[in-house]
Each structure stands twice: as structure tokens, then as C-alpha cells.
């Protein structure tokens, strides 16, 4: 069987390049149903992007690489298109864009934009493998226990990376590229929880506070949530792209606020008040009495130095741990590193090695922050390729 384009993955990505690619496409993913980690995504209604989307917030070997496709395709092209279809959406904190309903909506609206550019979904197919000759890739399928060889002249992976594989992630993108000569940079997982030998934070297991947790030359200020197997929540998740292994997390339990002038005041108002009700003000009761403070929980304001408050700032405003490592792919949002920019054209995502090879979304070494970035990573870059392979790129 013969086809235009050959896309593997019924995700985000591959989903949107084949409604921009034109007629004759054929979308192949070994799912039962395409875009599982839509479904999934955003507490089931689909954080689809953000209305803060710049470069910078973007981490890849080459930092420039991810401009060009965002320019083309912004997030207001996609809300465009979200509200064309009548899917209702509302803005959470920080810019992020989530269905009023279901993450779902998103779904049918990628296979009933594939639909009418004329592309095919074959669902429960396997790659069994690849090749290139003559200027054609020949990929032999199993389709439902069926044998099948497509022919075309283009291929798109769009497979996405390693995280989740309990949905079926696998490294077949990585795979492919690696065999016509295409460099990889380290894969990591990314937007993931830190874990701690021993589980220290299990009696503060559901406790959740504002934060600001640096890392790697960066910081984040959001939520923080403390587990039974170590530290989560938004902030914790973004810095993880940053973090690396051996490394201390410092956390600011008290961003914005100056400690020493709070504690100073209430010394001349209350001096006979406890510390630990003083900073149960600020700080949840259970944290206050779980921190390692040099400090009495019960002892008085008055009885504090401005030395000794100085020395407990600090712990407060810069607590110093360091994880034992991650989740891992079990739970990371997304897949750090991938397949090598260098290798790639910024404006159409085709391969510079091989005319008729594009790679798209998450398998390419471009990670977004949490937030909705990288499902506009796997817009913008999925319409970039579609647009190019629709002009007859290869």
C-alpha cells in the first residue's frame, strides 16, 4: 500500500501534522484510542496551552530551535481553533488554558480536523520495521494481526518519549532516528516528583504550601506538596527539567516575606508569644513542629536574639535538600532530551539527513514548562511539518 505520508503516533502531535498535511496520510499508533495522554491530561480536562508562551520557557541543547515553529503557530491559533469548534475553555493561574468539560473535546477535534484534510487512523497497528531506499520508506505493520507494508515518501515520528510507558510509551522514535543517522541527546524524565531515602516527609504526606524551590539557576514560585515518598506539586515539578542528580534543592517556605522583620515586631508587641504560634500564622501547625529548627518550638519571642532569628530565616528562606531522585518515567509528565535539534530543520522539522524524515512533539529535544507548553511544543511543531509535507516536502 502506497500513501503520501506515513505518521507514527496518534497523539498531540501526529494527530495535528496529519490535519495540516493534506490527503493521503495514514496515522498509525498501537493504542485502541488516539491521543490517550490528551484524555489524561489536566485532571481529565486538558491543560492545551498557555497564554504566556515565550522561547525562554522552553529547554532544549539549542535553545533557539523551538522560535520559528512557535512564531507560525501561536497559542492563539489554537485557541482559534478550540473555539471554532465550540469547546468551551477558562484560565487558570499563570496562563494556563484548560476545557471547561473534558479533555476528550480536544480529541474529537484533532480526528475531526484529520478527518476532513482526508487522512486515515489505523489504531491497534505495530511498527515492525523500517527501511529506506530509492527515496521511499517501506514500514512493515502489524494492523490487528495483520501484516501490512506502506510505502511512501515521507515519515513522521511523532511517537512522543519515555514517560507514562504504562500508556505504552516506548523510545521507537529514538529508534528509528538513531538508524538513519541522527545524534540523541540524554533522555530524562521531566515535570516529575523528587523521591527521599527513608521517606522523611511521610508524616507531612497531603500538606501543601507556597514556595519558592531553586535549582540548577532557576526558580520556581508555586505550590509545594509534600508525599509519602518525598516532595511534589507544581513547583517541585518544574524544577525537575532543571535539577540534576546529586544536587540540593533549595526551598523557600516564606517567598516574599521578610521573617526577620515579622518576628522583630512581634517580639515588641507579644515578646511572652510562643515561636511556634507566631510562625503557625504563617506556616501550617504540622510543618512548624516537623522542621529542623535549632529553636524550641515553645520558647518565647522575647527570648530570641536578633542573631538567633537571623539563623532561623535562613533555614526557613533557604532549606537545603537533597533528593534521592525521581519518580522517574512512571509518573514524569514529559521526556527531557530526545532526538538531536542539530539534525533537524527548524522551520519544517525534517530531517537535514534525510529528505522525507520529519520528527515532531516530545521525541525531539525540546521540553516546555508545566503549564500547557508542551502541548503547544506539539502544535506548533506538528504544524510546521504538516504545512511543509502539504507543499511537497521531502
Known amino acids: 500500500m502506497e500513501c503520501r505520508a506515513l505518521i507514527l503516533g496518534a497523539g498531540a502531535a501526529g494527530m495535528m501534522a496529519a490535519a495540516h498535511a493534506g490527503p493521503d496520510v495514514i496515522v ?94 489505523w489504531l491497534q497497528t505495530q511498527v515492525l520495521d523500517v527501511t529506506h531506499a530509492d527515496g521511499r520508506f ?76 531553586s535549582a540548577g539557576g532557576t526558580s520556581f514560585d508555586e505550590a509545594l506538596l509534600f508525599t509519602h515518598r518525598g516532595l511534589s506539586g507544581p513547583s517541585i515539578l518544574q524544577i525537575s527539567s532543571y535539577w540534576r542528580e546529586g544536587e540540593a534543592l533549595s526551598v523557600d517556605l516564606l517567598p516574599g516575606t521578610d521573617l526577620p522583620a515579622v518576628l522583630k515586631a512581634k517580639r515588641q508587641e507579644a515578646g511572652r508569644r510562643a515561636l511556634s504560634t507566631e510562625l503557625s500564622a504563617l506556616l501550617p501547625s504540622k510543618l512548624v513542629g516537623f522542621l529542623p529548627l535549632e529553636e524550641q518550638p515553645a520558647i518565647n519571642l522575647a527570648d530570641l536574639s536578633d542573631k538567633r532569628i537571623d539563623a532561623l530565616t535562613d533555614r526557613l528562606h533557604n532549606w537545603q535538600l537533597k533528593p534521592t531522585g525521581t519518580e522517574g518515567y512512571r509518573t514524569a509528565e514529559v521526556t527531557l532530551g530526545g532526538i538531536s535539534t542539530e539534525g533537524l530543520d527548524s522551520k519544517t522539522l525534517m530531517s537535514k539527513h534525510l529528505p522525507g524524515l520529519y520528527a515532531i512533539g516530545e521525541a525531539v529535544d525540546v521540553t516546555g514548562w508545566l503549564g500547557g507548553y508542551n502541548f503547544q511544543w506539539a502544535w506548533s511543531s506538528a504544524v510546521a511539518a504538516g504545512q511543509a509535507i502539504a507543499a511537497g516536502g521531502r
Request: a positive charge; hydrophobic letters at 40%; glycine letters at 10%.
Open 138 to 213: 517501506r514500514v512493515t505493520l502489524d494492523r490487528e494481526g495483520q501484516r501490512v507494508e506502506v510505502i511512501s515518501p515521507v515519515l513522521v515520528l511523532a511517537t512522543g518519549g519515555k514517560s507514562i510507558p504504562k500508556m505504552g510509551a516506548t523510545g521507537l522514535a529514538y529508534d528509528i532516528a538513531r538508524q538513519f543517522g541522527h545524534q540523541m541527546v540524554e533522555t530524562r524524565p521531566g515535570l516529575v516528583p523528587f523521591t527521599f531515602d527513608g521517606q522523611p516527609f511521610a508524616p507531612l504526606a497531603g500538606v501543601s504550601v507556597p514556595a519558592r524551590v
Open 28 to 121: 498509525v499508533d498501537h493504542a485502541k484510542a488516539p491521543g490517550e495522554k490528551i484524555r489524561i491530561s489536566g485532571g481529565g480536562r486538558c491543560n492545551f496551552t498557555n497564554l504566556e508562551v515565550e522561547p525562554h520557557k522552553f529547554l532544549s541543547q539549542n535553545p533557539h530551535f523551538c522560535k520559528s515553529a512557535l512564531a507560525r503557530y501561536t497559542q492563539w491559533d489554537f485557541v482559534e481553533l478550540v473555539s471554532r469548534h465550540g469547546i468551551a475553555w477558562h484560565e487558570k493561574t499563570l496562563g494556563q488554558l484548560f476545557c471547561d468539560e473534558k479533555a476528550t473535546q480536544i480529541v474529537a477535534m484533532l480526528r475531526a480536523e484529520m478527518e476532513k484534510a482526508g487522512a486515515r487512523l
